[in-house]
C-alpha cells in the first residue's frame, strides 16, 4: 500500500499539489483522474521519487520511503512504465525487455543481452523472463521486430512488458491509453486486468477516458487544484456534484457511457 500524507509540491511560487493525501490499496486498481492541471503527474513524480515533495511524506508498506531515490523505490519494488528510451528504439522486444532486467550482481544488463549464447544461470533467468513476458503480453509475433517499427499501441504492452521485467508489486501507469487504437486498447485493458487479478498486482493509473477507468478500477481518487477532492467508485465519483463542476464548471455533464 502506498500513503501520501500532506503532501505539497511548489514549482516557483506555484503551489501544484496543495496537502494532498490518500492511499493506494494493495491488491487494487485505483484510477487517478481530474482535470487538466490537478496535479496528477505531479503526484506520480512524487511517488515514483522523479519530484522531491517541499512538504509532507510517502510511505510504502508502513515505510517511509520520501527521501528515497528512484532507483530504491523500484528496487522497494514500485515500476512505472516510461516511453521507450530512444537508444532502445533499436532494440528488439525481446531485447528490450531483457534490457529493463535488474541486472546480475556486478553486470551491466546490456551484457546479458547481446552476449548471446554464454548465459549463466542468472542470465538464463532473465532471457526467460523476457520470453515468457513476451508470451504473456501476446507479442510473439513481433518479438524480434525492432522497437521503433512497432504501433504505438505494441509499444504501449512493450512499455508495460519493461516495467514487469523489474518483477514490481505496484505499477504506475501514466495515460498508457492515450493515442492507441481500440482494439489494442482492449487488449491492454485484459492484460492489467489478468496481471491483478491473476497475479495480485497493485496498479494505479492516470486516465482521462472515465469509460476506460469504469472498465478497469476498483477505486477512484478524484483530484482538482492540487488536493484530493473526492474518492469512490467510478460511479459514484461521476454522479458528484463537486466533481461535474471540477471538470465542467458547473456546465451540464453528459455522462458517456
Ligand atoms: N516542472 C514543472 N515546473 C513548473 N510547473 C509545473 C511543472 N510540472 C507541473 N507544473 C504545473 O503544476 C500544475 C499541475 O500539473 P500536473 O502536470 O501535475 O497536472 P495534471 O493533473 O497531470 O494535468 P494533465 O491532466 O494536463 O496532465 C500545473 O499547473 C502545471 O503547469
Not at 467510478?234 to 464548471?249: N, P, Q, S
Amino acid at each position: 500500500m502506498i500513503e501520501l500524507e500532506k503532501i505539497c509540491v511548489d514549482f516557483g511560487g506555484l503551489r501544484a499539489v496543495d496537502h494532498a493525501s490518500f492511499k493506494i490499496d494493495a491488491g487494487l486498481i485505483t484510477g487517478l483522474i481530474g482535470p487538466n492541471g490537478a496535479g496528477k503527474t505531479t503526484v506520480f513524480n512524487v511517488i515514483a521519487g522523479a519530484v522531491k515533495p517541499s512538504s509532507g511524506r510517502v510511505l510504502l508498506n508502513g515505510r517511509d520511503i520520501t527521501k528515497l531515490k528512484p532507483y530504491q523505490r523500484a528496487q522497494a519494488g514500485m515500476a512505472r512504465t516510461f516511453q521507450i528510451p530512444h537508444e532502445f528504439t533499436r532494440l528488439s522486444v525481446l531485447e528490450n525487455l531483457m534490457a529493463s532486467a535488474s541486472a546480475p550482481e556486478g553486470e551491466n544488463v546490456l551484457n546479458v543481452v547481446f552476449r548471446r549464447g554464454r548465459y549463466s544461470a542468472e542470465e538464463r533467468e532473465i532471457y526467460d523472463t523476457a520470453r515468457e513476458t513476451v508470451r504473456l503480453l501476446e507479442l510473439d509475433h513481433v518479438i524480434d521486430e525492432k522497437a521503433g517499427n512497432l504501433s504505438g499501441g505494441q509499444k504501449k504492452l512493450v512499455e508495460l512488458g519493461r516495467a514487469l521485467m523489474r518483477k514490481p508489486e505496484i505499477i504506475l501507469l501514466d495515460e498508457i491509453g492515450a493515442g492507441i487504437n481500440r482494439t489494442l486498447l482492449a487488449k491492454l485493458a485484459d492484460k492489467i486486468l489478468m496481471l491483478n487479478k491473476e497475479r495480485g498486482l497493485t496498479f494505479c493509473l492516470i486516465e482521462h477516458d472515465l469509460d476506460y477507468v469504469s472498465k478497469l478500477c476498483d477505486h477512484v481518487l478524484v483530484m482538482a487544484q492540487g488536493s484530493l477532492l473526492t474518492q469512490g467508485s467510478v460511479e459514484t465519483v461521476r454522479r458528484d456534484e463537486r466533481v461535474i463542476e471540477a471538470y465542467f464548471g458547473g456546465g451540464k455533464y453528459e455522462a458517456h457511457s
